[in-house]
């Protein structure tokens, strides 16, 4: 029986595991990368409890920022990108010269798909003509299932490997990944063994996209805490308060409102300080911003900081501001971890109510949660809690204990390997004649 959806909560109890575990294939667009240390971390607790997991990234390397453990990384790695331009070619020139018909109608199921904007596009197609190669690599590897660990790109290219071998494949849908839903999404939960997802949220949205019949095959697993504890804000706050915001400088993190609250706050001469943290393709407009509203004297834009330093850089600060909010096309963030990190440090919090922030920051009892795209309640909120700082510090002890039950790696991560296992086996309960090659019923056949 498959584990029912929702979150685990009983993981290690879960019976039926094999004696010898699946061989699992993990696709992303980058391995490493810096910003995804949750991933990361997952693939490494899941090889320390034995289970074999190889990497395949379908774009080059991209080690910028990346943390020594990262660097240190001694798993198996595959990586494409555009060195490996030739070697996609071949592999999909192969699947073609063998069953020509099949792969056409594979690439008219899939390939031609609308998609949100010209980038997701172009990852689309890569990854597509990459799951012929992706296909190759996981029957030489031995691999079982094939999970992507995203529900865009590196679920194309799982989607397209499974279709070509039979070897089932799994996703995990999170955040701007299925929200707006990509192309395929309804075509990638229908054939997936199964979906998983990192909050409550997106369960139902999740459900919407599987067949009626198949709703139970979406299971919710927190991801786990990535990180230490480097101490705990406990410092009593003095003026001018030193405000900190963490995140990719893009269209759902809600910076610009952040700017405009400090504005607001420093016109009502509240004495703060904001140190806003990260980089990428809105750094000019947010630097732009900052300094039209005159803020350059208040407002530090340090650049990226790694994910091993942010953790003792947040002790310094005396709260955390996460103001995400919905795209107009329905882009947005699912749980920013830069909230559990603040928490996990007794550091107080303010966030925007999007998404499954509010499974995290349940207003007034483990911190303030205020609507997305308000400059004021931010600013209102603020004030709140420099006014305040014991009952701020209360909320955010509460978080510290909220986040350390819903986040505990060792249940997380049992959740996790329970649920690849014991996949697997009903796949393969299920499929016992299951072989790799075009001509069996689960792969790809020739058209009448």
Not at 378 to 389: F, I, K, Q, T
Request: hydrophobic fraction near 45%.
């Amino acid at each position: 029986m498959p584990l029912t959806s929702g979150l685990a909560t009983e993981a290690g109890e879960q019976s039926g595991r094999q004696s010898v575990p699946p061989v699992i294939a993990y696709v992303l667009l980058w391995f490493p990368l810096s910003s995804e240390t949750f991933i990361f971390r997952e693939v490494v607790q899941l090889r320390q409890r034995g289970l074999p997991v190889f990497a395949y990234s379908m774009y080059g390397e991209n080690l910028k920022g990346c943390s020594e453990e990262m660097l240190a990384f001694d798993g198996p790695v595959r990586r494409m990108g555009i060195k490996a331009t030739c070697c996609v070619l071949a592999a999909f020139g192969r699947a073609l010269r063998q069953k020509p018909r099949a792969v056409w109608r594979l690439m008219r199921e899939g390939f031609f798909r609308r998609m949100r904007n010209v980038e997701a596009l172009g990852e689309n197609i890569w990854c597509f003509l990459a799951g012929f190669l992706l296909a190759e690599q996981c029957r030489e590897d031995g691999v079982q299932l094939i999970h992507a660990a995203w529900a865009n790109g590196p679920a194309t290219a799982a989607w397209v490997a499974s279709r070509v071998t039979g070897i089932p494949f799994a996703f995990t849908g999170r955040a701007g990944d299925i929200y707006p839903e990509d192309g395929l999404l309804r075509e990638k939960s229908r054939d997936a063994l199964f979906i998983r997802t990192n909050n409550r949220t997106n369960v139902q949205w999740l459900r919407k996209f599987c067949p009626p019949d198949a709703t139970g095959k979406v299971h919710a697993i927190y991801n786990s805490l990535t990180f230490r504890p480097c101490g705990q804000c406990a410092m009593p706050m003095q003026a001018p308060y030193r405000l900190l915001a963490v995140g990719r400088f893009a269209r759902t993190k809600g910076f610009p409102e952040l700017l405009t609250a400090m504005a607001r706050l420093r016109r009502e001469q509240v004495p703060v300080t904001l140190t806003l943290v990260g980089d990428g393709n809105w750094h000019h407009k947010l630097v732009k911003m900052r300094d039209d509203l005159g803020l350059a004297q208040v407002v530090d834009m340090p650049g990226f900081i790694p994910h091993d330093k942010i953790c003792s850089f947040m002790l310094d600060y005396d709260m955390l501001i996460m103001p995400s909010v919905v795209h107009s096309n329905g882009d947005r963030d699912g749980i920013p971890n830069v909230i559990m990190e603040a928490l996990s440090h007794r550091m107080p919090v303010i966030a925007t109510d999007v998404c499954g922030i509010a499974e995290v920051i349940i207003d007034g009892e483990t911190g303030l949660l205020v609507p997305q795209r308000d400059p004021r309640a931010l600013a209102d909120a603020v004030r709140r809690m420099v006014s305040d700082r014991n009952a701020a510090l209360a909320m955010a002890e509460a978080g510290r204990a909220h986040v350390e039950k819903l986040f505990d790696p060792t249940r997380n991560i049992t959740a996790v390997y329970d649920l690849y296992v014991n996949e697997c086996a009903r796949a393969a309960l299920n499929q016992p004649e299951q072989t790799a090659c075009f001509d069996q019923d689960c792969t790809i056949k020739e058209e009448a």
